[in-house]
């Protein structure tokens, strides 16, 4: 077994005996289900208000009870959610050797740095990939039990690519969150950037200036603005590359050179 091997199958095996694979699981699906929820208010309003599922006041924005407007609204909730979900895994992942002060017994080890760094990302890659295949196929299972209108294969391929394309986009832009994670030595600082980064995007949409900002796009290509080809460009998606691969280039060079002595 090769120190990429060794360091995979360790961080795979921190992550399956913990719960955090289970209550992410849990908390990702709620978008899903929450969408189903609104499914069956939008179908027929005045029987929700006679369940009690809204009040007489109450009003959805969210569409019609139809396959498009649940897709959309499960692909703005991967991009939007999966930001916040998504690094918390991260977090999760680079930031329990710090506040665990297991940091300088797992670099005393065998095992390059490179290879620790890289089997952590294989590990954040898979868990939240799974996530976004996950809630899609919980999207069409309770999409089908509540019995909505619109379904039809050119739909169910369009969705794919904006629900599953909006989750690697997010994912690709996590190794910035593991650079706050390692840097600040623990969940702090991650958490904070995350916020941080929610924000400005927010921002730059409003703005008229989500297409140039990496954090920005995931969200603008799930459709959260409207069609994604009225705000995003080719310089859009070369931007995210450059941003991720950035990302990955800052956390790697600092677990390389970094005195990891706390």
């Known amino acids: 077994m090769n ?12 992550a399956i005996r913990s719960k955090v694979p289970l209550l992410t699981t849990l908390g990702f699906l709620i ?49 939007v959610g999966g930001a916040i979900m998504f690094a918390i895994i991260t977090t999760w992942v680079f930031g329990r050797e710090f506040s665990d002060r297991t940091i300088k017994e797992l670099l005393s080890l ?9 089997a952590k990302f294989t590990v954040i890659s898979l868990w939240t990939l799974t996530l976004t295949l996950l809630s899609f196929a919980v999207c069409i299972l309770v999409g089908d039990a509540v019995v ?30 593991a650079f706050a994670a390692s840097i600040g030595r623990g969940f702090m600082p991650a958490f904070g950037w995350t916020i941080f980064t929610v ?32 705000f995003l460009s080719p310089a859009s998606y070369a931007i995210l590359f450059l941003a991720s691969g950035f990302g990955l280039f800052i956390t790697f060079y600092w677990w390389r050179n970094a005195d990891q002595t706390k």
């Open 31 to 79: 978008v899903p289900l929450v969408g189903g929820l609104f499914m069956v208010i939008l179908k027929d309003p005045e029987a929700a208000k006679s369940m009690g599922l809204i009040s007489t006041k109450a009003q959805l924005a969210v569409g019609t009870a139809d396959w498009p407007t649940f897709f959309n609204f499960l692909a703005q909730g991967v991009a």
């Open 110 to 118: 065998p095992t390059s740095r490179e290879a620790i760094v890289g």
């Open 3 to 14: 120190a990429f091997s060794s360091a995979l199958y360790t961080e795979s095996l921190k």
């Open 199 to 230: 924000f400005i995007a927010q921002i730059s949409v409003i703005m008229g200036w989500g297409g140039w900002l990496p954090w920005a796009i995931p969200a603008l290509f799930s459709g959260a603005a409207g069609p994604k080809a009225e």
């Open 148 to 177: 909505i209108p619109g379904w039809s294969v050119e739909l169910f391929h369009s969705a794919a690519i904006d629900i599953v394309g909006a989750g690697i986009m997010t994912i690709m832009l996590l190794p910035f969150v």
